[in-house]
């Protein structure tokens, strides 16, 4: 029998839901789901329930029934039998999906690309959504040597980047003290050895930023890299989003970085003009 578009679309809405009289949402599963799917997103090449298990701090039985509804639903497969669980196309899909309706890539990307071109690094673009910053746009300006590419979509570490400090200098001390609060202090040894490990570290740094107008790093996100930002600014103040300049040591110096602060703000500047135009920078920041 064909299925019909309403039994298709049922099946789609019973995913994550309890198997109970209620039909409520298990608010628990979903946040676990969600660790499952944040875990996946940085192992491409998969992984073993028993590692994802151990790394999430969760029951063997009860990852093992959540992998089961991932890959009922189609945000995850299993490589091969007993194998390893890894991400299907279906969760990126969707985010290209979303920022393609927004018209923000369309937007910014000129404006990247070009600032791509003028510094010879690469280039990135990062929203505010609440109390997150993440990626949503890049342009790789380094055409031969070392090419620092790490990886998108995920949350900006605010302690120890150059995007992080950027959107921290926009806010009272108060807040960005808050917002470090909340995601906790990068530890530099999975960072960089220069990353502030203290609230004075850190308000002096923004202080400093604050000064100059934009943030500059060096070896405070990674070991022999360094970064710069500007925050993209709205309604008077308030930061919707960053741009940032990323490169390794060696050719992105501090002199380097000083000579390309006014293109990084003028790439703010024509950013801010042009976020009116999309609705995912209009609701960014609040």
Sequence with gaps: MVESRFESRSKEESCFTMSNDTGRLAVGAVDRALLILETLAAQP??????????????????CHRLLQELVRCGYVRQLREQGEYALTTKLPALGLSFLGSSGIVDLAQPVIDRLAATSGELVRLALVDGDRLTFVAKA???????????????????????????????QSEERATALVAAQGFANPKQYGPKAPTTYKALMK???????????????????????????????GAQAVGVITIAGPLQRLTLQRMQEL??????????????????????????
Excluded: K, N
């Excluded at 090449?45 to 039985?61: C, K, M, T």
């Excluded at 790490?150 to 921290?168: K, N, Q, R, Y």
């Excluded at 790439?267 to 209009?282: M, R």
């Design 261 to 286: 602060g006014r293109p990084l703000l003028e790439a703010a500047g024509d950013l801010a003009l042009v976020s009116a135009s999309s609705p995912l920078f209009a609701r960014s920041g609040r």
């Design 205 to 235: 740094i923004l202080d400093e930023d604050r000064r100059r107008g934009y943030s500059l790093i060096v070896e405070s996100y990674a070991p022999g890299m360094t970064a710069m930002a500007a925050p993209i600014l709205r309604r």
């Design 140 to 170: 790789q300006g380094a055409r031969s040597g070392l090419r620092y590419d790490p990886d998108m979509g995920m949350a900006v570490p605010l302690s120890c980047s150059a995007g992080g400090h950027a959107w921290l200098m926009t």
């Design 45 to 62: 090449e998969g992984l073993a329930l028993a590692a994802l298990a151990d790394d999430l701090a969760l029951p063997r039985s009860a």
